[in-house]
């Protein structure tokens, strides 16, 4: 299959076209940067240099049309949408990795991002966790890619909403997150000498963008209102993001029971690893794979849930998924291509 | 003063060198370390070459008696209390690194350390958080220095339980430690290769040995049993930790009001600073000072309170709050030595 | 082809454990660790759970006869030779990480290494530098693989010796490395909280165990004999080599010229990268993959060469070229499971 | 003594400002930076919150006439040259810590840099390194302060030069800098992304603007021209400098012969650390300090001198040398505010 990666030049863009040239079934023939056009895109990514022959060129969609069978766009929140409008009326399937359509309600959207650049299309997307949606999935034209944090919040907690062992307020998350996932930003903050070694929290609590898509997923898991208070945090680390889940059981639950209600939920999932009980994920695990590590403890004597993730957020929570989803909108096998094991040193 | 630093060679004994440096009255005319001893100091830390000319001496007491006014020690639990034990017998003052007189009930200690090897000192003890305790500081013998988590704890919570606030159970700390935090361990996960880029939970829940000694402290200040979840971390960086406390609060608390808690329970402290409204703190703005940096959210929306606090572990966490408890012990102003801005960069 | 992994759980074990789960024709049917032996994989290494489902086994290789094809042997020297002479008296070719062989002549090794274990098996090895020794490789059933250091040298400065370009004397090399290629060693000087933002050179000038093998082989190629003044350094990353060689033209050379002899010599190779003018290599750009990437400029001026190169010490430098040498061996297309692009962020 | 701090806001300026906070003599009373002015210097950088109560003002040299008795101009070059005439006419002394007034020739200041912007003004100054022009500054009332790669460079090269001992032409200078040294570039490659873990040598051989700066002061040494062949690297740090410069004896030199010109240059200087015979420098060893660590190392089989630094390229590569200078121009003790031990964790 013939694809395009759109907007190949930020950094879910790039881990596309390194995840890609693995895939065996899926060639990409066109990658689009508005900054980069005309130039190969191994002389402005010297690390796909021999790897990678194309040239890039400008966003625009209707010279993909009739070129390529299917898209990843990569594009930030409110470019993506009017470019995926113009590739679903060609009838393309598209992989969307921006928030443009995880949100369900456009009034919701508005809120957080601005108006919806494209609200008709808001009901003929399908959310792209294929653990919890793969038959959806399975046939969708169009796929909204999850956050990185709400992957990485969803995947533990969700199996507890579902059995209804868990309180739906209260919720807490403290998440921690390598700086890749905000792109490359030119904001100082991100300035090597600037983050070397720090650690901060940041839009604290109900201010985070990817806090309403979490609790739409939670609260529909639940089958109720779930409400979270979320804390994510920037770690000193490129790549990576290692969550916290607290949560209030509605009658006691040990350790080891909370890890069955994991494995249960995950039984024969390919990428959700559920850990041995007593062992923490760590970050280096999952490094540059799609794996995500999940784990449960339990204080009983204080009475409090602890689940604890890991994933790369640039693989599971970006780019790694975006292939899955489309492994399964292809009609592949789920894992082509996303075997590769995790680069832990 | 003439001050010896028992145990020198390790991180927080190097730490209390670099900072006595700087000191006016503490002038450190011994520096003992089992491995190192009769090389010259410089010798053994280059970094220290031209500024500190001692040779390390074996860790025997019975030397230090006669020669010194004040110690501190900054041995590893149990190896420390006999030491201690030797110096007091001498009517030497000393500040304690250790975690060997921080816990009131030396049954509790022996649940988390095994038997207490110098129980009747236990008594004499005061916990040296100088902004709680700062009263019986001033004439005492024998300080406990606290753990780091600890500090990073008990300094934005106890002013909420103190004023009643907070529910005293369900609470759930989420702390980040940087590496130095574990001293120097020869267990391989703390080598460069392993921790490099890695992050990880590890004693989840109730299992790290600071957790007793922050209920302890917490209780005192409630004035009834208080009850943390504690989640420690391991952050790709050698010094800092970012810690958030989640408490749910006895009624109403917007974000100013849980602000001003802080800013009146600290006003005129000078080591402790109480961010602007918004404002998250991060780990470089505390490095290599005596600083910890607290602010106050809130999501009312969801019922929580959310505290974060940063200081530097050696620093605040370890040996600047040794060198503040010492001041107050020797009646010398309490920022002597200890106003070195941070290393931001 | 039923393959081995003798020595598993080292850091360029685990690299060829990696890269080989990526391989269509080399299964991995039994990984070897002292340490580890009896443990499933990937409870000793939670990055390879689900990925690797062996169990360890102790390092003896009478228990690999009948159960192998080809052996990978990644144990420390002196301690690999027994193992390869075990080997290839059962007639199983092996690609050997370690120093054993790669020195031609055992008084040589004597001096760096002490008595060789195995003098008898020296002649029969090649070099495992497939740039160099495409031929040889192609029928050897002994494969030295080269030191990270020695294949960062040679690729850049080979072809100018061979062409009889430079003096023979006084070459110096200015390399960098990330402390994955000192092993898991045990040294506090690997600790993360010492090698944090740290860098230093060490065994400096001749006193580096890889120079002699950087000479042999530079000798070879120049026809007399080389001698190279060699200043390693440890960088504060984990992964990657960059390495500066400083030369003197026998006549003038501009930059341009320089850069078409390495084009020239490397005109076809997949695996080495040489720059466009002006471009320099750097780390990210090899990340995780079997590239080398190589440039030359001169400063005519002041009459000297510059030829830079970087490759990943684990990939390119140890378990990627193990993996090149070992598909020449067995007569499958030399870059076979190698193609993987680096990992930029 | 009141001084300001003219471009306070920039990485050299905020190490400036760190360092001053602990000097006896020098109160910083006035802090510009044209971006920040009008905010508190604490809420701009809040690792000073506590430390320093001034408000940012507007960079207008006029404004600080008559209300300080020195400055330190921390404003890139060309910018700064305007300032310092003004504070001049108003005979203020100035440290300049630009690349301004460094080169004596404005020919050569043109081919770097553009037309100098004040050329009368070069006469005047005196170059900044005090360990070879102490005489000069202590009456001095313009000091240039040394760019940081010339201080590395210079500290362990002239005393070989002066003593005639090595070749003049063919210097090979291969050097590692931290990311600091650039300053707050808003250059993508220095995003915390791009950087981590990465390494890269840029500017190779006669292109870097500190050449002519340190070819004019080892030429003024050596007594005759004095050519360099210079290739800096970017390393995965925020602080610190390694240098290595690589000469050839004018006949045969021991490392002890070597090391001992060192120890007869620096004998008795405070900041320059002549390292025992085969020690090497490292960074975390002078990290946040005023300290050069120097050796000396030979291949006399290949005919090489080894001549290694350490420096904090904010420290004594820049705004620490600038307080050594400024101590010397105002009659204090030169080492004064300048102990502090090297943060080496």
């Known amino acids: 299959m013939r694809v395009a990666v759109v907007g190949a030049s930020g950094y879910t863009g790039l881990e596309l076209m390194r995840i890609l040239l693995q895939h065996p079934h899926f060639e990409v023939v066109a990658a689009t940067s508005e900054q980069r056009a005309g130039m190969p895109v191994g002389d402005a990514f010297p690390s796909l240099r021999g790897c990678q022959e194309l040239v890039f060129e400008a966003n625009d969609p209707s010279n993909l049309i009739g070129r390529?069978?299917?898209?990843?766009?990569?594009?930030?929140?409110?470019?993506?949408?009017?470019?995926?409008?113009?590739?679903?009326?060609?009838n393309i399937p598209v992989a969307d990795l921006s928030a443009d359509f995880r949100l369900r309600d456009a009034a919701v959207y508005a809120e957080w991002y601005g108006d919806h650049p494209a609200?008709?299309?808001?009901?003929?997307?399908?959310?792209?966790?294929?653990?919890?949606?793969?038959?959806?999935?399975?046939?969708?034209p169009l796929v909204a890619v999850p956050g990185c944090y709400p992957t990485s919040?969803?995947?533990p907690l969700v199996p507890f909403l579902r059995a209804g062992l868990i309180e739906t307020e209260g919720l807490v998350?403290?998440?921690?997150?390598?700086v890749s996932g905000a792109g490359r930003s030119s904001d100082?903050?991100?300035?090597?000498?600037?983050?070397?070694?720090n650690c901060e929290a940041y839009k604290v609590g109900y201010a985070h963008r990817h806090v309403p898509e979490m609790e739409q997923e939670a609260s529909a898991a639940a089958g109720q209102g779930v409400k979270i208070s979320f804390i994510p945090h920037l770690l000193?680390?490129?790549?990576?993001m290692a969550t916290s889940v607290y949560a209030r059981p509605r009658s006691g639950l040990s350790a080891r029971a909370a890890r069955e209600v994991l494995a249960e939920a995950y039984d024969g999932e390919r990428f959700v690893r559920v850990l041995p009980e007593g062992e923490t994920p760590s970050l280096a695990t999952v490094r540059g794979s799609n794996f995500c590590d999940v784990a449960a403890?339990?204080?009983?004597?204080?009475?409090?849930?602890?689940?604890?993730?890991?994933?790369?957020?640039?693989?599971?929570?970006?780019?790694?998924q975006a292939v899955q989803c489309a492994n399964l909108m292809s009609g592949f096998a789920e894992e082509t291509g996303l075997l590769g094991a995790p680069l832990v040193l």
Chains 1, 2, 3, 4 share one sequence.
């Open 68 to 90: 390529i069978d299917f898209a990843f766009c990569a594009l930030p929140h409110a470019a993506s949408a009017p470019t995926v409008c113009a590739l679903r009326e060609a």
């Open 119 to 140: 609200p008709e299309l808001i009901g003929t997307a399908v959310y792209g966790l294929p653990e919890f949606h793969r038959g959806d999935l399975e046939k969708a």
């Open 153 to 155: 919040v969803l995947l």
């Open 173 to 178: 998350v403290d998440a921690k997150s390598g």
């Open 188 to 197: 100082p903050k991100f300035l090597y000498a600037e983050r070397d070694g």
């Open 236 to 240: 000193p680390t490129t790549r990576g």
């Open 297 to 320: 403890f339990a204080d009983e004597r204080n009475g409090n849930l602890i689940l604890l993730s890991t994933l790369d957020n640039l693989g599971k929570g970006a780019s790694g």
